[in-house]
């Protein structure tokens, strides 16, 4: 194999990989699955963490730059799977995959990322390229 092939196959790569990466501003979610996320929302996780994800007592908020700063820079499969492991807190392992894409929407939203066409698909297939970039 010749340098100026592997060079070539590297830059290849390269490219092939920023172009999979798509950053959470670029529209990620639907505003269908905010509604379906709010809802969610409410019945869920509102009593400990604010009805307006401000936060409450113990539980932080999931808006603002304390929360952004936790997961800045992460694939959004990352907090997926922090959701559906350990919230609600006093019923870990009860959300499923498109609950927690619904959530996860209902939150980009409340952190100001723009909505999109599409829904963010559920697991973590579909999520692991998406990251959370600063707002
Ligand atoms: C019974 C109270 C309670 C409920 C209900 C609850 N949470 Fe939490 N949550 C907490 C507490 C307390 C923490 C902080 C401790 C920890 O991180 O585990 C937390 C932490 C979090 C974090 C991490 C925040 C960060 O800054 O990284 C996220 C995200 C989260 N919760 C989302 C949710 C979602 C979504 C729901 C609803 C499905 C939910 N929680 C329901 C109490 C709760």
Known sequence: MSLKFVYA???ALALTGAALAQDASSGVYSPAQVARGAELYAAQCARC????????????????ATFLSHWTGQPLSALSARLRTTMPIDKPGSLGQAASADL???????????AGKTDLPPGAAGQAA??????
């Open 9 to 11: 196959a590297a830059v």
């Open 104 to 114: 996860i929407a209902a939150m980009l939203d409340a952190n100001g990322y723009p």
């Open 49 to 64: 963490h604010g009805p307006s994800m401000e936060g409450l007592d113990v539980a932080p908020p999931l808006t603002g």
């Open 130 to 135: 998406l990251i959370l970039d600063a707002r």
